[in-house]
Each structure stands twice: as C-alpha cells, then as structure tokens.
C-alpha cells in the first residue's frame, strides 16, 4: 500500500444572505480569522487540516478551494440577496468529489470530510432533493454538522440536511465569537480522532447559547423580518433596511439599516410585495443619517429629509419628483 498523508478537509458553508447584513456578517469574517489562526497554533491540525470555504445568497460560490492550513487565507464576506441552500448542498457534492481524495484498493484516502453549515433564514431554492441527496448519500460523502442562527430557522428543514442540527441562540458579536472558537476545538479534537472515528465523532461541549433543539418544538413560519432595498439620495450608495415583526399585532417595526455594496435589480420579484400600512417607522440612512424615505414611480425607494425643500431627484432615473399625497402604497421587497 502507498503511503498517503491524509488529509482532513474542513468545508465551511455559510449563509451570506442579506439577513446576515451588519454585526452578523462582521462577526462571522471575524469568526473565520479567530478560527484560522487558532488552527495554526496546533501542530496535529497545521499537517492534516485542509480548509474550504463556500458562501451562498441567491447562487452558491466556492470562495476559498480546498487548502492547506498554512496557505488559506481568510476570504472577506459580504451578503447578497437570497438564500440558495440546495445549490450550496449540490456545489459542496461537486467539490467534496473533485477535491477529496477517496481511499482504494492500494491507497489510503482522506479522512471523512467535516462540514459546518451555518444558515440564519429559510431557502429560497428548491434545496430538498439536494439536501436529500447529501444526507442519504452511501457511503456517506462526509459529516455534516447544520446550525441554524437565530429563530428563522425551521430545524425541520435542517434535519433534511443533517442528523446534527445545532441551534445558535446569541447571535451577539461574542457569541460568534464562542461559535468559532468552538468550531476550532472541534476540528482540533477531529484531527486527532479521526483515524479511529467510523461515523461523527464526539465534539467538545457545546458553547453557551448554542443548543440541540427539541424534535417536538413548533416552527412559525411567519416571516419575522421584511427587509427593502433602497438608495441614498445623497451618496446613490445602496443600503438595506430591516423591519421585525411585532407579535402583538403582527405589524413590522424598523430596526436598522446597512449598507450594500451592491443592488440586484430582480432580488424580490418573486415575493409578493408589502403594503407600507404594515410597516411602522424608518431606519436612518446609513450613508447620510436621512430619517426618511420617499418613493419613485420607477420604483426605487431612497432616503430623504424629513421635510425636504424644494424637488427630490430620484438617484436611480433621475426624475424630478415632489412630495405626493398620503395614503399607503405597496413597495417590492428584498429576498433577505
């Protein structure tokens, strides 16, 4: 028999949906450095560790191949419109089969890949015959451990992925930071184990704030947030607003806005659009603190003073507008 270092492939799969825009995503770049070089400061993971990183909004994209620890380096996130889980499930199989090297008669491949999912909403692809596809695979192609981040997540639909569905409750800063510091004892501990390991190894104690949740547990499938695609009348830069449901009357309440670094034209067209009756409040835009937001026929929405003086020029068209009546309108949304 050849002899073959083996390797221990690592695939971070991560939800860059626009949902994840702000702390989340600022967190999670930062997650992925404290990972890396927490990683580097162990000799058993610097020579059998292997790190790839995919990210997925409205398409999957394989960011980072395949690569030895010493050599990967950190790719910055940035958040995209969508969520296509069964595209990230078929480009991880696609991968996982090119990249890895499978044991034969006369070689000793890699061991089983590890894979973190994290995902903080619910897809917007037909994802159940890839995620299928992935679960039932025989032998099974890897392990897969699925965290759903935050409460859109149905942990049914994560089951469909995985037989370990971890729950993410602290979406703080600090709790990301939790995340990823476990994530790397985990991979430590499985660079050491898994010569010996025949299915999913025992992982390190879960971090405060992440838990296995119950099977019984009810999903709302209610969406809990409405996010709107708008531009700075000032600056033309595009920003994201975000709005939470309240419980009580089912309305949805300005929370904040971020910026984008891009728009993409046909983000929603699938949703059904909201009627600004339903929303309370404006965030403030993030590129000029503007308290408000106007509307143009065009159907850009941007931000705008509260009482602007003299007319408002649309920063998409270019249209002249000034200020309508009242009365509520309906305004296309974002996918989140």
Known sequence: ???????????????????????????????????????????????????????????????VPLTELMRFAPPPLSVRSGSALGAAMRLLRDCIRREVTQTTATTKGDYKPLVFLLTDGQPTDDWEAAARELKMANPRVANVYAIGCGPDVDPDSLREVSDIVLMMNDLSPEGFKKFFVWLSASVQTASVKMERATGPIEMPPLPAGVRVPDEREEFD????????????????????????????????????????????????????????????????????????????????????????????????????????????????????
């Open 1 to 63: 028999m050849s002899s073959y270092l083996r390797r221990l492939p690592v695939y971070l799969v991560l939800d860059v949906s626009e949902s994840m825009a702000g702390p989340a995503i600022d967190a999670v770049n930062r997650g992925v450095r404290t990972l890396v070089d927490s990683l580097k400061g162990n000799p058993q993971a610097l020579e059998t560790a292997y790190l790839s990183v995919i990210t997925f909004a409205r398409k999957a994209e394989q960011v």
């Open 221 to 336: 499938p209610t969406p809990r947030q409405v996010f709107l695609h708008a531009r700075c009348q000032t600056t033309k830069k595009p920003f994201l607003m975000r709005f939470g449901r309240r419980p009580w009357d089912g309305r949805y309440e300005a929370i904040a806005s971020h910026p984008l670094d891009v728009l993409e034209s046909d983000a929603g067209d699938f949703l059904p659009p909201i009627n600004t009756s339903m929303l309370d409040g404006c965030p403030p835009c993030p590129h000029c603190e503007n308290p408000a937001a106007g509307a143009c026929p065009c159907g850009t929405l941007f931000c705008n003073a509260v009482n602007p003086k003299g007319p408002v020029v649309c920063p998409t068209c270019r249209a002249q507008l000034t200020a309508g009546g009242g009365g509520s309108f309906d305004i296309r949304r974002s996918m989140g």
